[in-house]
């Protein structure tokens, strides 16, 4: 019996900003699960702006996608044919091969897992997944905040901002996000007891709204965002502050690089440390991470949110609203 | 018997590039040194880039210079008439009272040193004074260099510059440098055993220049300008690459804010640390970098370049001459 899969395939690059011309949906006949190999049925699959830069011809981040190729990225799946040892059918594997709902692949490529909760599975592609393990080991690693310090996250309630939002509340920091809704503000305050919030298409110039929210200063800035934010971020830091920067989403879509902040000497007058950094450098820190955020999730102490959206053929655009702010919390794709 | 002294005033606040209408030369007459007090004559004063921070209205480093009051910044100077226990007429002291030619002061704030060469009283305010630790602290704090690694300083004849370029190549780095004079290439080539150095100003394309002279990228950058520098660097830099960031000579006369590096995106791909820092914060390494910098300085293993100016008359000039690159090396007046 042959399988049928349908993939989402990069077709062209974009220059901007990218849209439906940029992706074709293929179906394609999969081969028999060799020795060592499982035929996966993916279940959930995300999209995350990282990929974005996947779609350069030139990789700063990782590998670039192949043209006329399956992308790729976070999954999770069930095992339909294993002829592997350790894994049969039914088991949940998280896997790389997202944009794809069938797959067959060597049995080294997927890990198995027991979820904490088998309702909740979406949860390992956002506050348990890789979203979640950067706000983690982006805020305890490189932001190291201390209770009572005050930590400012931008894109505040999106898939890795508003983990950090909450780490932090959970570790005693006085927390300040940034968001670009009142809807989204709400919810961090109201659900996940932020302190402040800023909608930074409304609040007039961001340095006096973040002053105004962070009287002594912030400690730690979380980056997700770039440009304006971290302008006026590092205006308002404290002496010996920390920035920990995961991503610049404000810049993933030019076509021409944009001037960054001008006021980096800042960073010499008040002594800032800068990291970037990308998670898969950290998996050190992969088991407390689970254990700290699973007992936090299972004790309400962390709320998750996630926007899902329908079906292979509805993921690109669920891709492109990762841009347009429309989503909010962590975007899934229900395959 | 009443001592005068000449010391320069600032008596308005420059707005972009200072010039001598900004400065003032007033003659007082000092007080008796009192009881745990010394009059100092001053033998040699420092110019320095920080003092350009210091002459605004707010100060970020440190407490801006008041207005019709003598600035102040680093000196060697010679004690006069001692009323204090410990020190005595004759001794050489390092103290805080530059742009002045005679001081009184309490004792505890001049610090009796025994020079290393007392022909050579001035290195105190250069390789082995602020600017040369300036160059330990952040090479070794901050850019962690291992043998073998590729250093890249900007500034790299400067008074910082020269020395991080010097102990980096003793640490067996390959050291790339960038000047603003064939000359000044010149010299660290021959002398300083700088493996390539850039002229920024008839390279061409900087990031084009960077890396022809790095094949392999750059490991660690020592950043003293800001600005094109900081981009090129970027563009250059090897993933987990550190910067230390001491200045940003580029932008210390901008009226208006100049718009930063478009690449900083590259920092989170790339993985980059990035410290600002201010080498007061570090006198736990103050003793280390004594012994070994008067160590290599005695071996030949770090060559030092002055430029001498001669007269309080001449200090405004020389200071000016810092933003203009017209020195060599470190910029000393001798009073």
Chains 1, 2 share one sequence.
């Not at 990782?62 to 040892?85: D, F, H, K, R, T």
């Not at 404000?250 to 008040?270: D, F, Q, S």
Request: negative net charge.
């Amino acid at each position: 019996m042959t399988t049928k899969a349908r993939q989402v395939h990069l077709v062209s690059r974009p220059d901007g900003m990218p849209n439906h011309d940029h992706f074709e949906i293929v179906e394609v006949d999969l081969p028999a699960p060799g020795a060592g190999q499982v035929l996966v049925k993916n279940l959930y699959m995300s999209v995350d702006p990282y990929m974005r830069g996947r779609m350069r011809a030139q990789g700063v981040y990782a590998e670039p996608y192949q043209l006329n190729q399956p992308m790729y990225g976070g999954a999770v799946g069930q095992v339909v044919v294993s002829n592997a040892e350790g894994l049969a059918a039914g088991d949940i594997v998280l896997n790389g091969a997202a944009w794809q709902d069938h797959f067959v692949a060597d049995a080294a490529t997927v890990n198995k897992f027991t979820p904490f909760d088998p309702e909740r599975l979406s949860l390992y592609l956002g506050t348990l997944g890789m979203p979640g393990m950067t706000a983690y080991v982006g805020l305890l690693r490189f932001g190291e905040p201390k209770p009572g310090e005050t930590v400012f996250v931008s894109a505040a309630s999106g898939a890795v901002g508003a983990n950090v939002c909450q780490i932090a509340k959970n570790l005693g920091c006085r927390v300040v996000g940034s968001v670009g809704s009142d809807d989204k503000a709400q919810w961090l305050v109201d659900e996940c007891g932020v302190d402040e919030v800023i909608n930074y298409k409304t609040c007039g110039d961001l340095t006096e709204a973040l002053a105004k929210a962070a009287p002594d200063g912030i400690d730690v800035y979380f980056e997700n965002v770039g440009g304006e934010h971290l302008q006026a971020a590092l205006n308002v830091m404290n002496h010996f502050g920390r920035i920990a920067a995961c991503g610049m989403i404000a810049t993933y879509n030019n076509a021409e690089p944009a001037p960054g902040p001008n006021n980096l000497m800042l960073i010499v007058g008040k002594k800032v440390r800068i990291n970037g950094f990308i998670v898969f450098d950290h998996n050190d820190m992969r088991e407390k991470f689970l254990q700290d955020m699973e007992a936090w999730v299972s004790e309400g102490k962390i709320k998750t949110r996630e926007t899902v959206v329908e079906g292979l053929d509805n993921a690109v655009d669920a891709f492109l609203a990762l841009f347009s702010g429309d989503n909010f919390g962590k975007m899934i794709v229900k395959l």
